[in-house]
């Protein structure tokens, strides 16, 4: 195959380019050549290593042992493969489960019936907060917000994420009903829900300053998960919020 760009290469295993520059940075994925101009390009036996990161990542293990592992001289790839469909058969019965609960909660909706309280855990049983978190560690494994992010998040459970969940929801749904009545990212309303998105990660994760707020901003559009998260929502949500985000953190006019 032809040589591919970062771009294509995030594109294409559902990863964001940031991912991919300190993949690059801590000598874990290597493109194996430059272009003239200095952009990275990636051949087949870069995307086979990329594969086995990711397959090796999704099996719990940190980023410096993946890179122990994939350094060996005896590594095998084909078991690497093999452990990962075995991974993948072993979610066959807990998703089958996990669409059950969802037919029962359907069920009971339909005909107005209250959930029980298995009802919920089995739904909630589904909902993993840390399905981010590959992308997430790559970025701010290093940092003080991801540590304080982590104890916190230790401490929650089902009635804090659902709350979490909740506010979330809520946030979007502003931001996608602004986008709805034609409001531009730069309007009051849109600036004042851009700095409930900085509380709400504030309060419930880490604390949230304007260079990390707006490293979040260009994260959301720059990842294909966060990015499809949002505009699943609304279509083009990602980059409304982005933009109220960058607009929330404008240098102020100097006034004569």
Do not use: C
């Not at 036996?45 to 397959?55: C, G, P, Q, S, Y």
């Not at 998960?225 to 982005?242: E, S």
């Amino acid at each position: 195959m032809s040589h591919k760009t970062v771009s294509e290469v995030a594109a294409l295993a559902g990863i964001s380019v940031r991912t991919l520059h300190h993949y690059d940075q801590i000598g874990l994925v290597r493109p194996a050549e430059r272009s003239d101009a200095g952009y990275r390009l990636y051949d087949d036996a870069d995307l086979a290593r990329l594969h086995d990161v990711l397959t090796w990542r999704a099996l719990g293990f940190p980023l410096q042992e993946v890179q122990d592992l994939l350094d060996d001289p005896d590594h095998d790839r084909l078991e690497a493969l093999f452990l990962h469909r075995e991974r993948l058969a072993s979610q066959v019965g807990a998703l089958n489960e996990r669409i059950a609960a969802l037919d029962e909660a359907i069920r009971k909706t339909t005909h107005a019936e209250p959930l029980a309280e298995v009802d919920y855990r089995a739904l909630f049983d589904g909902f993993d907060p840390s399905e981010l978190e590959t992308e997430a560690e790559a970025t701010w494994g290093d940092t003080e917000a991801w540590a304080e992010s982590k104890r916190r998040t230790a401490r929650y459970g089902e009635a804090e994420w659902r709350a979490i969940r909740d506010e979330q929801a809520a946030l979007n749904q502003r931001l996608a009903a602004l986008m709805a009545a034609g409001e531009p990212p730069t309007s009051t309303e849109a600036r004042a829900t851009a700095e409930a998105h900085r509380v709400h990660i504030d309060r419930w994760f880490y604390a949230v300053d304007r260079e990390i707020h707006l490293g979040l901003a260009e994260l959301y559009v720059e990842d294909p998960r966060f990015r499809a998260t949002y505009d699943k929502v609304a279509p083009g949500l990602a980059q409304f919020l982005r933009d109220a985000i960058r607009a929330l953190h404008a240098p102020k006019p100097r006034r004569l």
